[in-house]
């Protein structure tokens, strides 16, 4: 008979106030059903690894206009995308990053190539960008990330200048993480604040801040406000509870959430080895949905997760 494969899948759309009524996050709940259930399709296929469905999933948001990540990403004070992203895999600490892309359609794949076709963790601009180009990546021009609403967002941060993340609708940073057969990944993807400053780079390509697997203890994707998270290295510190403090993975999230990071910084999602995990935030909102082998779903934005089955 078929091996019956175990897993559990967890991506986030970003974590902050998230305000407004509900009814008007009700595409943002669509999009995110659409993309957990495409990740249980893709992870019931053959020979797949919990590398393959953190990729997955994250280039699916990456390529939906409403988050912060490949299409749809916001604008920097220049007016132009820089993108980031990192992925690691929990059973070898193999690990790839990329910043400051800005014609690379999935960044998420160019972090994977990093780390399967380089001797290197982290590379950055137009070295990374070749380096995808040579590996056949698809590019795109830097307009191709643009919606009408980063451009109004541009311009009403620039009329107030200040650099806003966007965590007043909460749509920041993209991740995933993974459990596969008793195997852990993650990784996290974004377009960083709007009017950052040309050239900031964020958690989300940094591994131990924004991203960070291991077998042992967990995967962690991470989203809010990423000086936070690297000042904490906050992804590592959640590891690291499990690791010597023999915390589980949701007391773990909970006591860096609470303990580490200042309130109001953004959120976690992690998963262990058994398929145990958490999805939580100290901001009002977090965008996140999970589904496992079974096809049990879950989906939210606030504190309250709908759950639903797959088809």
């Not at 070749?130 to 919606?147: C, D, E, I, K, Y």
């Not at 993480?177 to 990944?185: D, K, L, R, W, Y």
């Not at 131990?208 to 992804?235: D, M, P, Q, W």
């Amino acid at each position: 008979r078929m091996e019956i494969n175990k897993f559990k899948i967890l991506i986030h759309g970003g974590a902050g106030t998230i305000s407004g009524p509900p009814s008007g996050r009700e595409p943002y709940v669509q999009v995110l059903k659409r993309i957990i259930a495409n990740s249980y399709s893709f992870a019931k296929g053959d020979n797949r690894t919990a590398i393959d469905i953190v990729e997955y999933a994250i280039t699916q948001l990456e390529d939906e206009p409403l988050f912060n990540a490949g299409c749809g990403a916001v604008l920097n004070r220049k007016g132009e995308h820089e993108l980031e992203a990192s992925i690691m895999d929990g059973s070898t600490l193999k690990c790839g990053a990329v910043s400051l892309l800005k014609q690379i359609k999935n960044p998420i794949s160019a972090a994977r190539l990093v780390m399967d076709k380089s001797e290197h963790i982290y590379i950055a601009g137009e070295s990374a960008e070749n380096f995808a180009r040579q590996h056949g990546l698809q590019t795109v021009p830097n307009s191709f990330f643009t919606t009408d609403h980063r451009l109004q967002q541009l311009q009403v941060s620039k009329q107030a200048e200040k650099i806003v993340l966007d965590t007043e609708e909460g749509i920041g940073t993209v991740g995933c993480v993974c459990m596969f057969n008793g195997f852990v990944a993650a990784g996290t993807s974004t377009g960083g604040m709007t009017n950052k400053m040309e050239g900031r780079i964020g958690d989300s390509p940094l591994i131990g801040a924004g991203t960070y697997a291991n077998n042992l203890t967990c995967a962690v994707s991470a989203t809010g406000k990423g000086e936070e998270f690297i000042r904490h290295v906050a992804a590592y510190d959640v590891a690291v509870r499990m690791d010597l403090c023999k915390m589980d993975v949701l007391s773990a999230v909970q006591a860096t959430l609470c303990h580490r990071l200042p309130p109001d910084s953004g959120g976690f999602i992690a998963v262990d080895r058994e398929g145990n995990s958490a999805m939580e935030f100290n901001t009002k909102g977090m965008y996140r949905a999970s589904v496992d082998s079974l096809g049990i779903a879950q989906v939210g934005v606030w504190l309250e997760l709908e759950a639903f089955t797959m088809e």
